[in-house]
Nanobody, 118 residues
Framework: QVQLVESGGGLVQPGGSLRLSCAHS????????MGWFRQAPGKQREWIAT????????NYADFVKGRFTISRDNAKNTVFLQMNSLKPEDTAVYYC???????????WGQGTQVTVSS
């Protein structure tokens, strides 16, 4: 099974920025469709963004459009989530994932905590 490890979270003030990283231990990184998700306390996990194979296209949830950017560095087997103009409601544990066939993998990592507060 593909192994993913998230990092880069932390405490940031409203309006600030963070860049999250997702290290991939699989075989051919560029062949995987990757995505970012988040889960706030008491809420269900929600989808944020998707990066297609080879980085051909991206898709974003409406609430992050214009603020977040998903990208990848194939040489380092890493997917990034650049987060700008952060809001308190962005506070959550952030996870990355990979498509397993036509569905997202059911194996979730520990995620990385992002806290937006003054």
């Amino acid at each position: 099974q593909v192994q993913l490890v998230e990092s880069g979270g932390g405490l940031v003030q409203p309006g600030g920025s963070l860049r999250l990283s997702c290290a991939h231990s699989g075989s051919i990184f560029d062949m995987y469709v990757m995505g970012w998700f988040r889960q706030a306390p008491g809420k269900q996990r929600e989808w944020i963004a998707t990066l297609t194979r080879g980085g051909g296209s991206t898709n974003y949830a409406d609430f992050v459009k214009g603020r977040f950017t998903i990208s990848r560095d194939n040489a380092k087997n890493t997917v990034f989530l650049q987060m700008n103009s952060l809001k308190p409601e962005d506070t959550a544990v952030y996870y990355c994932n990979v498509l397993d066939g036509t569905r997202w993998s059911s194996s979730w990592g520990q995620g990385t905590q992002v806290t937006v507060s003054s």
